[in-house]
């Protein structure tokens, strides 16, 4: 229960669990040398840059919300709420995406029948995620394929940045499609990157998160 005691500049909370700043760098869940196309430096530099760029910004933010004087003008605590949904998206998005790289690349399990039962073919669904990376191409951006418990179905989704996506939705597989994810390697040629995505997916991380969907929805 909140102190309604306390003094009015005092701070929002410092000491409460969702200030505490505990997030972590996980690394990377395979060895950035031995993926087909994606470069280790590449790799180790979206990983140590970006991603963990957004963590420690995450915990900077959740210390700088604790810290906030309860008299704090609103605009002042939104504008932190904002960076905050961005880092901590960011961190999420780019742990499913690492998450799901270090694989042969070939579909299998699970997620077939749904790809295929919510788009006709696997085919159709690769076009569909492919064409949508290209359209974001040069830009900023994530491809989500999403689990939705609202109709138990799968579906690609566009994101222009950190702060769209599904409402009740369980990413299965994510794309980064923002310029440095590819821009190393490639410069400004995302099919070529998109190519080496495919390339090196992990369908067995993308099918227990097929698992983890359907047994959150029941």
Known sequence: MADTNAPTGAPIGAAAPAYGAAHEVKPLPFDPAKLKGLSE??????HDNNYAGAVKRLNLIEQQLGQMPKDAAPYQLGALKRE???????????????GNL?????????????????????????????????????????????????????????????TQNLAWGMPLLVMDMYEHAYAID????????????????????????VGQARAGAA
Do not use: C
């Open 41 to 46: 430096k590449l790799l180790t530099s979206h």
């Open 84 to 98: 905050e949904l961005i880092a901590t998206n960011s961190m999420i998005l780019h742990e499913f995406y690492f």
């Open 102 to 162: 270090g694989g042969d690349g070939k579909a299998s399990g699970p997620i077939v029948p749904l790809l295929t039962g919510a788009y006709g073919s696997l085919a159709t669904w690769e076009q569909e995620v492919r064409q949508t990376g290209l359209s974001l191409g040069g830009g900023s951006g994530w491809v989500i394929v999403s689990y939705s418990p609202h109709d138990r179905a799968v579906h690609t989704y566009w994101a222009g940045d950190h």
């Open 186 to 209: 490639y410069g400004a040629n995302a099919k070529a990157y998109i190519d080496a995505f495919f390339a090196n997916l992990n369908w067995d991380a993308v099918n227990q998160r």
